[in-house]
């Protein structure tokens, strides 16, 4: 498990970068970036990953932030999983994004891993696409032409992929501000305390006079890209948060969900189960958590 | 000279152990926890090339061509080698039976996904792995064995052609009058069971460093070995040298479990030496590697059983057939874990007849191992669950069940029906210990609330015996040829009277060193700080086996107390001569030779030692100058077996009882396990904090083997797990951390009394979870009787159980 020959750059701006990325695209190679290398580290290893040249924005310390901009909260791509784990920034003003990230793997993984990374390796287990989905998410990068805005909806694409360009650096990671009185909650299921999830949901909305508005829900785990439930957001609308339209809201996200993967740990069957589960539970506790 | 060993602590000539017994701080632990221990990936011998080895995609196919061309002429290649290589160097690894073995890489055909095919020696491991990719290989597709029904099928595909066969053993014994306790049984209670392939997983996979001496023909290995003396005597075979021509060196290890697999490893990287003009080759067994074709899998079983039963709930009768799909060949000795039942097949319960239907199989999987415990975790699993599936039918509390049938301690030493002795016990003393640390009145009364609320919560009560300290007759039985076991050290004082044991083996986790350490300190009264325990390399350690079959600790412990009552009569007639007093007068208490009614009157050991050495003109006539004692000690009282395997093999009988109290979800699966609880009896325990250790180990890796841990295979036989992504070994958030509590009866012919203590942990916990996930399911009248049980089999049962949609999700989980 080592792996295979490439070549190896670190630029010192965020400029020296995207000129590197314009220039080796030009050349026609296989260019590859690596953030934290939480996850492709093993990927080239395994030789399932073998670009020519890797790109390392490991000097680029001005991505390494998280801050307020005006109530969006901002985090630099380079920013670690655990920092944002920890900050108090983070929790009061993304909760539900502060605890999709303490789901992530272990300490030790987020240390390594970066927020921008993980977002731009798009693993469909991962848990920060679909809490990009329900939250208000938008994508910072930067290329040639200079920067650009991809709104959550647009940025997964598929399988580990997303719309950003071959030559262009996703910087940060912006969450409109998350409302006081919205409801939120992320449940997955595992098999072990840390594992990629084999099913999971993100759920956000909000709950006037007992009736639920503007529900949101993501599944992760289950398809190519993480996915909006938009049957049992549909059905729900409106409907008294109560565990009955819960439980329903469960059944009708299973029943609608296209064609979940299957792996040797769980069937398609029961990923669609698991997604009912996890939907009905997300819901539940959403609309139990105190506000 | 008869030796007489101590069998108790209490007959160390020392006022009070001052060692033995106590958790005394390990000795291995310093180097370990400051990162100094030479594991054998640290080491680097000059002139060091790298091994890569390419391994076969394809689990059956026929080599047509190996081209190896344009790795030879890449960057950094000193040398590779090929199956043809082989074919002329080598003879197959050794197996058991025999004959059912492979060359160390694939001379004709591949067997299984991940067989070498070929292997590069580069001046680092980046450039050889290139390397292999330049080595073009031609495959002609067989079709796959995959199951042992295939395998058994008439006109199947053969694994090995000249066999004639894919069953490479059947065999069938009977203990008793079997076919008379089944017709007079009121009950028999029989299931089909399914254990599924899982395996050890050390943090170190096996690494060695071979170097050929062209020379003087001598070939030298560094590795992370679990008994080198063995693996001399095999490679010596594979390799076609005289064994004093083959020297181990074992490093110290991160962990083994009985996984390593070295065999292929060194005798590759070996051979890659001796191309290599006789520089050394290291070779690294990287995760990939070990979890595909490593030593790592183990147990992969179909088992049909049944129990006789009388209606009072005696149990007379056990009847097991075991179809043991063992891979693509026996060179992991799979006979001996589908005999290792025989020691303590009846457990821990008065039957007075069984019987075994043993067959092995031939199949494209990668070749199984052994994996601590060797066959009782599954034969174990296999008969408690029996018990449990008899207490539900018989409707009587599954612990009163137990202690209805248990051997009583008046009974040992105790000969089971299949021919075993169990030296000492007192298993009902154990059975209401753990109850009552259990609080089990309590947990029933929280299992009854929880169902009441549609819930399942599951309690098992399950038992072990342990058969402790393996001899080489256990296995002469099912075509082992004969394995000695001894262990052998020496133990020489310094001229200032500083303490050194030569073992034969070194470090690999349970604590060895520091048993031995407190065992020699206590005898010759010295500080613990004063020993020093050092590993010989095999061409000058005494004979000796190492780590396997719970017996180092208690072999070990043999070892230096017959070397040191040796030391004590040399030192006795130095001193009595020095001393100008009858040997007779003299005795040795507490590190001093003293006149028996004047302990005042006397000599230290390390005066005796440093007069030995310095002043010969002192020593009385035929007295060597040499304060040093070797001692190879083997069990005693061993026999050899009848026709029907029956014999005493194991010394000793520890045992156990576990209490596990686990949840199953309802919506998903899920299996939590709640509470758990241990009392045991190994004996003496010479280092306690090491037998809690073992017994911790055991439990997390028996929740990995009944929850966890699973080499799938699709229907081709590729393997579907190459990682841990896949394979999944429990952590710390999944493995309960256990109450225990212990009794101490100690054996009374094993070395102070100490039993074998390594394993029985890993033959309990995954029974104790399988009964009490079927507890919890017996509400369904469903029942999982193959591990492990993973969320999404236990769902499947659900399902059919209709428990799962009917009742809906059930809530938030925190």
């Known amino acids: ?291 | 000279m008869a030796i007489e060993i101590p069998t108790l602590p209490e007959q160390l000539p020392n006022d009070a152990p001052r060692h033995v017994g106590k958790a005394v701080n390990r000795v291995e632990d310093p180097a370990l926890v400051s990162g100094t221990v030479e594991f054998i990936d640290n080491c680097v011998l000059p002139g060091m090339l790298h091994c890569a080895i390419l391994r076969s995609p394809h689990p059956h196919a026929r080599i047509v061509s190996v081209d190896t061309s344009a790795a030879l002429a890449a960057d950094g290649v000193v040398a590779v080698l090929t199956g043809e290589d082989v074919r002329r160097w080598c003879d197959p690894v050794f197996t058991a039976p025999e004959g059912w073995g492979n060359y160390c890489m694939a001379v004709d055909k591949v067997r299984f996904v991940g067989e070498p095919v070929a292997a590069v020696a580069a001046s680092s491991r980046y450039l050889a792995e290139d390397a292999l990719e330049l080595i073009e290989v031609e495959y002609e597709l067989l079709t796959p064995v995959a199951t042992p029904e295939q395998a058994m099928a008439s006109g199947a595909p053969l694994v090995f052609e000249e066999r004639g066969t894919n069953v490479m053993l059947a065999r069938k014994y009977e203990w008793g009058e079997v076919d008379r306790v089944f017709a007079e049984a009121d009950h028999v209670v029989s299931r089909r069971f399914r254990w599924n392939r899982v395996g050890a997983n050390p943090t170190e996979t096996f690494g060695c460093i071979c170097q050929w001496d062209l020379a003087d023909g001598t070939l030298t290995c560094r590795g992370s070995y679990q008994t080198p003396r063995f693996m001399g005597i095999g490679r010596a075979g594979s390799l076609r040298l005289p064994a004093n021509r083959v020297r181990i060196i074992a490093q110290p290890m991160g962990g083994g479990f009985g996984g390593k697999g070295g065999p292929r490893g060194t005798d590759i990287a070996a051979l890659l030496s001796r191309k290599a003009g006789g520089r050394p080759v290291k070779y690294i067994e990287d995760r990939m590697e070990y979890l595909l074709a490593g030593g790592g899998q183990s147990w992969d079983r179909y088992y049909d059983a049944a129990l006789a039963v009388k209606a009072d709930g005696t149990v007379t009768g056990f009847r097991v057939r075991l179809v043991d799909n063992q891979g693509a060949g026996a060179e992991g000795y799979g006979t001996i874990s589908a005999a290792k039942p025989l020691a303590a097949f009846t457990g821990n319960y008065r039957i007075e007849a069984a019987a075994y239907d043993l067959t092995l199989v031939a199949t494209n999987r990668a070749p199984s191992y052994p994996y601590r415990g060797y066959g009782p975790p599954p034969h174990n699993l296999v008969l408690e669950s029996l018990m449990d599936c008899t207490a539900r039918e018989l409707q009587i509390d599954p612990a009163e069940l137990r202690r209805r049938n248990y051997i009583r301690p008046e009974q040992f030493p105790y000969t089971v029906p299949s021919g075993n002795e169990y030296d000492s016990g007192n298993y009902g003393q154990v059975l209401e210990r753990v109850l009552a640390l259990a609080d089990y009145p309590a947990l029933r009364a929280r299992q009854a609330a929880a169902r009441a609320e549609g819930r399942l919560l599951g309690i098992s009560v399950v038992n072990t015996v342990e058969p402790g300290v393996f001899d080489w007759n256990a296995y002469a039985t099912v075509g082992v040829p004969g394995i000695g076991v001894p262990e052998g050290v020496k133990v020489a004082l310094d001229v200032f009277g500083n303490v050194t044991v030569a073992v034969g083996f070194n470090l690999q986790g349970q604590g060895q060193f520091t048993v031995a350490a407190q065992v020699v300190a206590d005898y010759l009264g010295v500080d613990m700080a004063q020993v020093r325990i050092s590993t010989a390399a095999s061409d000058v350690a005494m004979p000796h086996f190492g780590q396997g079959g719970s017996r180092l600790g208690v072999a070990v412990t043999g070892a230096i107390l017959g070397a040191c009552e040796k030391l004590k009569a040399i030192f006795t007639t130095v001193a009595a001569h020095v001393l100008q007093l009858p040997a007779d007068d003299l005795v040795l208490r507490n590190g001093r030779i003293q006149r028996r009614d004047a302990p005042a009157h006397g000599m230290s050991l390390a005066e005796i030692a440093g007069l030995m050495l310095t002043r010969s003109d002192l020593l009385p006539a035929g007295v060597e100058p040499c304060p040093e004692a070797t001692y190879v000690w083997t069990a005693p009282n061993r026999n050899a077996p009848d026709d029907q395997g029956r014999c005493r093999s194991y010394l000793t009988a520890a045992y156990a009882t576990h209490v596990a109290l686990v949840e199953i979800d309802r919506d998903t699966g899920r299996v939590d396990i709640l509470d758990y609880s241990i009392v045991d009896d190994c004996g003496t325990r010479l280092n306690p904090a090491n037998v809690e250790g073992q017994l911790q180990g055991g439990v997390a890796q028996g929740v990995g083997a009944a929850l966890y841990e699973e080499y799938v295979y699709d229907a081709q036989c590729q393997p579907l797990v190459s990682t841990f992504v896949d394979y999944l070994m429990p952590t710390i958030h999944e493995v309960p951390m256990t109450r225990k509590d212990h009794f101490v009866t100690p054996s009374p012919v094993a070395p102070l009394g100490a039993k074998g203590c390594g394993e029985g942990a890993m033959h309990t916990t995954p029974a104790a979870i399988l009964c009490a996930i079927n507890d919890a399911l017996a509400p369904l009248g469903k029942e999982l009787l193959e591990t492990p049980a993973s969320p999404h089999r236990v769902w499947k049962l659900l399902q059919e159980a209709g428990s799962a949609i009917a009742n809906g999700p059930t809530g938030t989980r925190t």
């Open chain 1, 1 to 291: 498990m080592k792996p295979a020959p490439f070549d190896y750059h670190a630029p010192a701006t965020l400029d020296e970068a995207v000129a590197l990325l314009t220039r080796l695209g030009d050349e026609g190679c296989d260019v590859k970036i690596i953030a934290g290398g939480q996850s492709l580290m093993p990927m080239l290893a395994l030789r399932v990953a073998r670009p020519e040249v890797l790109v390392d924005l490991g000097r680029l310390e001005a991505l390494d932030y998280i801050r307020d901009e005006g109530g969006t909260l901002v985090i630099g791509a380079m920013a670690s999983k655990q920092a944002a784990a920890d900050s108090d920034l983070v929790r009061r003003a993304q909760p539900l994004f502060q605890a999709a990230t303490e789901l992530v793997g272990h300490r030790q993984i987020r240390n390594r891993g970066t927020v921008g990374g993980s977002f731009a390796h798009a693993d469909p287990a991962s848990e920060y696409p679909a809490v990009a989905l329900v939250l208000d998410t938008e994508f910072e990068a930067v290329g040639p032409d200079g920067m650009r805005t991809i709104p959550a909806a647009d940025f997964f694409v598929t399988y580990m992929t997303t719309s950003l360009e071959a030559n262009e650096v996703l910087t940060a990671v912006k969450f409109a501000p998350f409302a006081p009185r919205r409801r939120w909650a992320i449940q997955e299921f595992a098999r072990r305390n840390g594992d990629l999830a084999l099913a999971g949901v993100a759920v956000t909305l909000d709950i006037e006079a007992g009736l639920c508005r503007d529900v949101r829900i993501a599944a992760f785990g289950v398809q190519a890209t993480a996915v909006r439930l938009t049957a049992a957001e549909r059905m729900l609308e409106g409907r008294p948060a109560q565990p009955q339209h819960f439980e329903e809201a469960g059944r009708v996200a299973a029943t609608a969900l296209d064609d979940p993967m299957g792996c040797i740990h769980a069937s398609p069957d029961y990923r669609r189960h698991l997604v009912g589960v996890l939907a009905a539970r997300a819901l539940t506790e959403a609309a139990a958590r105190p506000q």
